[in-house]
């Protein structure tokens, strides 16, 4: 079985430009999340989707917005970059089954984003 | 707030030797889930275990065994015969049922701790 795929896998761009960045999940898998690692930060919590609604959502301006299609790919996307956004962005999926104990994240390799 | 706290930044070790990675949580529901990742230099994040706050049991698997301590809020793991190929970042990270339904998880992660291991 395939395992997350994320496109482009690298990014350039300059400041005030927007971005999206695309991942499609294990078939399968129901619920995509988002998350921002740099080396300030670490990797940090974007958002979570499920059913093409977002379920939870980190601390982060309302710059990143993502969106869930039908078939549960995902995009995320990035208005007015600044250069802190420069980092690698990776995606994760999990099945969404109610009740199961073992459910996890698996995560695809990344897009990694530089803002000059 | 949940927090996950990995006071290793770095650490190397000889090939075959043992080591232990740390890892203490803060948390303030009674319901949560614990996870380790690997991080190897290509980038992508590597699915090791998944605990579940109900289930104290520690486990091994291979080279790889774990210690969930709910008393001293800690979740650390050990690599035992340490290989060239177990060099990289490992994440410790941590859910709380209150942000996770079924499969949902908002993980909060620890900073990392980067294991080199020498042959």
């Known amino acids: 079985k395939a395992g997350v795929t994320q496109t482009p896998r690298y990014l350039i761009k300059t400041r005030g430009q927007q971005v999206t960045l695309s991942c499609s999940p294990i078939s399968g898998h129901r619920s995509v999340s988002w998350y921002q690692q740099t080396p300030g930060q670490g990797l940090q919590f974007l958002f979570e989707?499920?059913?093409?609604?977002?379920?939870n959502k980190g601390n982060f301006p309302g710059r990143f917005s993502g969106r869930q299609f039908s078939n549960s790919r995902s995009e995320m996307n990035v208005s007015t970059l600044e250069l802190g956004d420069s980092a690698l962005y990776l995606c994760a999926s999990s099945l969404f089954l109610a009740g199961d104990s073992t459910d996890t994240q698996y995560f695809g390799p990344g897009t990694r984003l530089t803002v000059l | 707030a949940q927090k996950v706290t990995q006071a290793q930044t770095e650490i190397s070790v000889v090939e075959k030797e043992d080591v232990t990675l740390d890892c203490v949580y803060e948390t303030r529901d009674t319901t949560y889930y614990l996870f380790w990742y690997k991080q190897p230099p290509s980038g992508e994040l590597v699915f090791l275990i998944r605990r579940n706050s109900f289930d104290e049991q520690n486990e091994i698997s291979g080279r790889y065994s774990w210690n969930f301590q709910k008393s001293t809020s800690s979740f650390n793991f050990t690599i035992t015969a340490s290989q060239v190929v177990d060099s990289a970042v490992y994440f410790c990270a941590l859910s709380e049922a209150e942000n996770s339904g079924a499969g949902s998880y908002q993980l909060t992660f620890g900073k990392g701790t980067k294991l080199s291991v020498i042959p």
């Open positions: 989707y499920f059913s093409e609604t977002q379920r």
